[in-house]
């Protein structure tokens, strides 16, 4: 990563389009003082307060700029939905934002969602959001996410 000498880099880099907005925001207030600043350099700025060396590498960075993990439908995947090991395959993908994305995946064999030894609540069925790294924003109260897939 390159950063410029003498700058820290925030915890968190804003998605490009907000950048984008406040290199407007930014030219329109050195417009109404009456100093001219092209949308490229604005850019450099923004980048540059967020303590990174260009604006090539602000995008690179940004959530937006960071590809989601492919899926595809029919694609196989494994992994654990609430605790319990799973195999199936994707049934249906939607884009949620620029970082999130809704998976449905049927399983081959039903899993037991109940933590209850006293009841049973099967799913062949199940649906989340995910993130690039292929875990549910949803958590259990310990922090665990309710899904977390790999490519089977």
């Not at 993990?69 to 090991?85: D, F």
């Not at 395959?89 to 399983?107: C, D, F, P, Y």
């Not at 609540?121 to 292929?134: H, K, L």
């Amino acid at each position: 990563m390159t950063m410029r000498k003498g700058y820290t880099m925030t915890t968190t880099i804003p998605a490009t389009t907000a950048m984008k907005a406040q290199a407007r925001r930014l030219r329109s207030a050195l417009g109404a003082r009456g100093q001219t600043l092209s949308h490229s350099a604005a850019l450099e700025l923004v980048a540059q307060t967020h303590g990174l060396a260009d604006w090539n590498t602000a995008a690179a960075l940004s959530p937006a700029g960071q590809a989601l993990q492919p899926h595809t439908v029919g694609e196989p995947v494994r992994g654990h939905y609430l605790g319990q090991p799973f195999t199936g395959r994707v049934h249906a993908l939607r884009r949620k934002g620029a970082a999130h994305m809704e998976i449905e995946i049927q399983l081959d064999q039903p899993v037991n969602v109940s933590r209850s030894a006293l009841f049973e609540a099967p799913r062949r069925r199940i649906r989340a959001t995910i993130g690039p790294e292929g875990r549910s924003i949803g958590a259990t109260s310990d922090g665990v996410p309710h899904l977390q897939i790999a490519a089977a």
